[in-house]
């Protein structure tokens, strides 16, 4: 005696795992349904994106020590630009590049900076956005990744330790390399030795003669200039006199550079917590935010 | 001896100082050269310790030169043209206090009272509650009015308080009449780094002045690039201080005591919500300071403009734990209050009257000014002006329609 029952024909899904979908980033293959790419932990969010959309997103990496303020120049940046008050406009693309200019912009509102980016690549934020320049008709489609600082300095000592880190530098059109300025201004000089490893470290990983770094733009980025106002007036100076290294550095070795200051936090003081003394910002007043990025943009639009 | 023989210089100086300003008419003036006695004092003090007997000769012949040479051109000679004088430089307060107005002549005055009004805003004695700022971090948990439970009640006093922050053309006046160099309008132990405040061509002024100018068409923007030290050795010369900061936070919140237990207060001198077109905040206007003038509609019931945005303002008091209701907070360096939001603030959360921020009160910043306030209790009672009475302000206006 037979009985009728409902079976579920699943084998659309079996010819959907055959078919290995690259990861925007590294490329390697992954099955259709997964979140983060197996090899990398990069979104795989954006090789949907690409495939269904059929646009070309451009990458752009902010890089710099742990601590330097990359979260919160990402999501700052994100913010402004996506409240419509700028030349530049900004629209996110899904709901996971909203999270990064969710979480800092609350932080900062609370009057705290956004907890440390974690070493794990599967929980980065990543950003993947519409500009809108100024003069162009088309908006230019870009990739954000928010990497941890000791990631980046992980993978800068240790090559291949960090794949997705690897690949993401070996792809991104343009670098915002961020220091600290409030330390440079103090007299340490371990920001210096960290700018000059990175800037080491991307000559060597693509030194091609047209597309390699050298050729790259490269805006760098004083944060923290609030507390050494002279840096605004003349980035450039600044770094020759606080980080000789870095100048020196960029001066021979990058043909599109720029410096900038940035500052988000117009005063901070520290705070005793239970995770030990932190500090915080007593108000928001972004300066120097948009224009690093504006020029990046452009240089990238250029190539 | 020696000590004998400073006081007999320093009284020398004074008096030279005093004498040279107000003309030999009018020693009730005298009062008004102290800044010149405490000058001569401390450069003499100073001095001293290095050379006594070669800088007391230079010193006093120095004095007696000033005192044998003519004034100069412009230099008032007398009572009404330094009157005149000071009035042009909004010193208005100095001629309206008991000790100087019984020798004034009744226009004098009434000038002096016509100023007063035209420039402040009284903010009458009341109760406010302070300590709000820390649950503003989520609006609707702030919503409407605050009872004054949810903070700390202090008394303040009735006092006047400037309409509109100080601008360039009026920090010029303390400029152009050497406030830089006056020791006694400073306070003592910034004295010695009053030499570092000086603009981008090394002349004392504001940060982002040049060569003792403040820049060109920017005459009613207020006064940036200025330290707490200097804030307060303008409103010394002014004959006014910084407000502290209860009174900042009420005449911006202007509080109503509705009983016992309840105090009524804004959230911003228009109201409790929002309204980004009454201030010059981040994304409302062109990120950057403008006319003390624009955004009328951000106006206090007082009649105090700019409370909130365009420059945060320097307050009297210490940015301390208790200012700031934060637990655990340090500062590493001593802070003074600042108040208000200005041109770049970014959320609304910190351009309220109840939020405090600290600086440190040397920083001389892009965005951080001041307005000056002074005690009803300080001047002649004629001056303190009935807060129904708008009769002055209203003559004033009409004054200025027909080009008076």
């Known amino acids: 005696m037979t009985k009728d029952t409902a079976v579920t024909l699943d084998s659309y899904r079996l010819a959907q795992y055959a078919v290995q979908v690259p990861c925007y980033i590294c490329e390697q293959g992954n099955t259709f349904d997964a979140e983060l790419c197996r090899h990398c932990f990069a979104p795989m969010a954006l090789a949907h994106q690409a495939n269904t959309q059929k646009v070309f997103s451009s990458m752009l990496a902010t890089i710099g020590p742990s601590g330097v303020g990359k979260t919160v120049y990402l999501g700052m940046l994100m913010d402004m630009l996506s409240r419509n008050k700028e030349r530049l406009q900004l629209l996110a693309r899904g709901a996971f590049s909203i999270n990064l200019q969710q979480a800092a912009t609350q932080a900062l509102a609370r009057g705290e900076f956004p907890d440390k980016t974690p070493n794990e690549p599967d929980r980065w934020n990543w950003v993947h956005c519409q500009v809108q320049l100024p003069r162009h008709r088309k908006p230019v489609e870009l990739i954000m990744p928010d990497m941890a600082g000791e990631a980046i300095l992980e993978e800068v000592d240790h090559p291949h330790s960090f794949h997705v880190v690897r690949q993401m530098l070996l792809k991104c059109g343009g670098v915002l390399l961020m220091v600290d300025a409030a330390r440079l201004h103090a007299g340490s000089l371990d920001q210096d030795y960290f700018s000059m490893k990175l800037l080491s470290y991307l000559i060597e990983l693509d030194n091609h003669p047209k597309r390699g770094w050298q050729n790259r733009p490269l805006a760098l980025v004083f944060t923290k200039a609030d507390d050494c106002e002279a840096c605004f007036d003349d980035p450039a100076s600044f770094a020759k006199r606080y980080s000789p290294g870095l100048w020196r550095h960029c001066q021979e070795r990058f043909r599109h550079h720029q410096f900038f200051a940035a500052g988000v936090s117009g005063a901070c003081a520290s705070c005793n917590t239970p995770d030990g003394r932190q500090r915080v910002p007593l108000r928001i007043e972004p300066r120097g935010i948009i224009e690093p990025f504006e020029w990046l943009v452009e240089q990238i639009g250029r190539r | ?404």
Not at chain 2, 141 to 155: F, I, K, L, M, R
Not at chain 2, 159 to 188: C, E, I, K, M
Not at chain 2, 254 to 275: F, I
Not at chain 2, 394 to 402: F, L, R, S
Request: charged share 20%; with cysteine.
């Open chain 2, 1 to 404: 001896m020696k000590k004998q023989r400073l006081l007999r210089l320093v009284g020398v100086a004074g008096l030279g100082a005093a004498v040279s300003g107000i003309g030999l008419d009018a020693p009730w003036l005298a009062c008004l050269g102290t800044a010149g006695v405490a000058c001569g004092a401390l450069t003499f003090r100073r001095r001293t310790d290095r050379k006594p007997s070669a800088e007391a000769a230079a010193l006093s012949a120095k004095v007696a030169a000033v005192v044998a040479a003519p004034p100069s051109p412009g230099e008032p000679v007398d009572t009404g043209g330094l009157v005149r004088q000071m009035l042009a430089q909004g010193r208005y307060t100095l001629l309206l206090r008991p000790q100087i107005t019984a020798n004034l002549t009744q226009a004098q005055i009434q000038k002096a009272i016509e100023a007063l009004v035209e420039q402040t805003a009284l903010v009458p004695a009341g109760q406010l509650c302070i300590g709000l700022a820390g649950k503003e971090s989520d609006p609707l948990e702030n919503e409407g009015y605050e009872p004054a439970s949810s903070g700390v009640v202090v008394e303040v006093e009735e006092f006047l308080l400037d309409r509109y922050p100080v601008t360039n053309s009026q920090f010029q006046q303390f400029v152009d009449a050497g406030g830089y160099a006056q020791a006694a309008l400073w306070d003592p132990q910034v004295w010695p780094a009053v030499v570092d405040f000086v603009d981008r061509t090394g002349c004392p002024g504001p940060r982002f002045w040049s060569g003792g100018r403040h820049p060109h068409g920017e005459e009613r923007h207020p006064v940036v690039g200025v330290s707490w030290y200097e804030a307060t050795a303008y409103a010394r010369w002014a004959g006014k201080r910084l407000p502290t900061d209860p009174e900042w936070e009420k005449a911006g919140s202007w509080p109503l005591q509705l009983s016992d237990t309840t105090l009524l207060q804004r959230r911003y001198p228009w109201g409790d919500l929002m309204e980004r077109e009454r201030a010059n905040l981040w994304g409302s206007g062109p990120n950057r300071t403008v006319s003390v003038d624009e955004y009328e509609g951000g106006v206090s019931p007082g009649g105090v403009h700019q409370l909130i945005g365009n420059v945060w303002e320097w307050t009297y008091d210490d940015f301390s734990q208790a200012a700031h209701k934060r637990p655990g907070l340090a500062l590493g360096t001593a802070m003074k209050c600042v108040r208000g939001g200005a041109f770049d603030t970014y959320f609304d959360v910190q351009a309220t009257c109840q939020f405090v921020s600290g600086e440190n009160p040397v920083a001389r910043k892009h965005n951080v000014g001041f307005r000056c306030a002074v005690s009803t209790a300080d001047l002649v009672a004629a001056a303190r002006p009935d807060p129904l009475d708008t009769s002055l302000v209203e003559a004033g206006q009409a004054a200025e329609e027909i080009g008076v």
